[in-house]
């Protein structure tokens, strides 16, 4: 078992009781995905508030006033622990759905599709964040901008691959470890008042995204034959 199978069943194994309770109340997969995205944009929300207060001061620790919540560290603080929060419900819904035997293609069409909208709008607040923080943080806004095509990227060629009947989940930045990265820059950020800690987080993502799409590519040309 690797990694990317461990962490999940010992999830899986903690909340399995709280699953079934909300089965009981007739809790639906669906209702769990739409949380999922309403905690996504509740975080999107946060770095757009914090990218509004940015000519207070935000920028890296000591280039400015003594940063404080007023500042915005306290909302990026706070956005990077709902990001967290929102992907347990972005893991909940498929389990919820083999529970209580509640799977179909439409709740796996939009399981994938709200996973999209969240990351874009997360992805979106910090890039708006980056850009309003100063000049020196340009860059970094930019290199958001990468990152949310790397992610985009990697959802879609496996999307495309599958639908040529092509397994592909081969690549190191999965969504699952975008949204670590993710919350975790942003944790770091408010924790320590330096947005180098977002701007690191989002330069991994976007190259290790862009990484992974070409992967995947490449994976799909190796297991295809040369005549198709």
């Known amino acids: ?71 915005g560290y306290g909302l990026v603080l706070w956005g990077g622990i709902v990001i967290l929060l929102a992907g347990v419900f972005d893991m909940m819904d498929g389990r919820l759905a083999r529970l209580g035997g509640l799977s179909s ?17 997360t992805l979106s607040g910090i890039a708006l964040l980056l850009l309003r923080a100063g000049d020196e943080w340009l860059w970094a806004g930019v290199v958001t901008f990468a990152a949310i095509t790397g992610s985009m990227m990697v959802s879609y060629v496996r999307a495309r691959a599958e639908g040529l009947g092509i397994e592909c989940k081969v690549g190191l930045m999965q969504r699952p470890e975008r949204v670590v990265v993710t919350a975790l820059a942003a944790i770091a950020t408010g924790i320590t008042a330096d947005l180098l800690w977002l701007a690191a987080g989002m330069t991994v993502i976007a190259v290790l995204a862009n990484v992974t799409a070409l992967w995947r590519i490449i994976h799909c040309r190796n297991v295809t034959p040369t005549k198709e």
């Open 1 to 71: 078992m690797n990694y990317r199978d461990f962490i999940p069943t010992i999830i899986y194994k903690l909340c399995d009781p709280l699953l079934r309770l909300l089965l009981r109340f007739g809790v639906t997969p669906n209702v769990v995905s739409l949380c999922g995205l309403v905690g996504n944009a509740v975080a999107a929300w946060l770095f757009v508030e914090a990218a509004v207060q940015a000519s207070t001061g935000l920028g890296r620790a000591g280039t400015g006033p003594a940063p404080t919540s007023a500042d």
């Open 105 to 121: 293609r439409f709740g796996a069409l939009l399981d994938s599709t709200l996973d999209r909208y969240s990351e874009l709008l």
